[in-house]
């Protein structure tokens, strides 16, 4: 009797610790493979923006958490006239790396992690 009230309150509580676990928000980093700095604006479909300033060339930053739904990107190259824009869709519980690419003219890329 004691062993099936223990497995019934073990069963118990590992049902209301799994119930509680919440979904991560996505998170994000910039990758800059270009030679000039890069400043990373992200804007969430709640109105929240992210700044990630002086990216430099080679190194990505840190994860930074933003609330999912959809993304707009927009990198600020230094001494680069157009500033390229990347639209996506952020689910919970992934990581996302978004790239400011080598080419002419200059383009993001995101890549799922």
């Known amino acids: 009797m004691k062993n099936i009230l223990l497995g019934i309150i073990s069963i118990a509580f590992l049902?209301?610790?799994?119930?509680?676990?919440?979904?991560?928000?996505?998170?994000?980093?910039?990758?800059?493979?270009?030679?000039?700095k890069t400043n990373l604006q992200i804007q969430t479909s709640g109105g929240n923006t992210i700044n990630i300033n002086d990216v430099v060339a080679g190194q990505p930053t840190a994860y930074q958490s933003a609330a999912s739904g959809n993304i707009t990107a927009t990198a600020v190259i230094q001494n680069e006239s157009v500033s390229p824009t990347i639209t996506f869709y952020a689910s919970k519980d992934t990581r996302y790396t978004i790239v400011v690419q080598i080419s002419d003219p200059p383009k993001l890329r995101v890549d799922r992690d």
């Open 15 to 36: 049902l209301s610790f799994i119930s509680c676990a919440d979904e991560a928000d996505p998170k994000f980093r910039v990758m800059n493979e270009r030679e000039n």
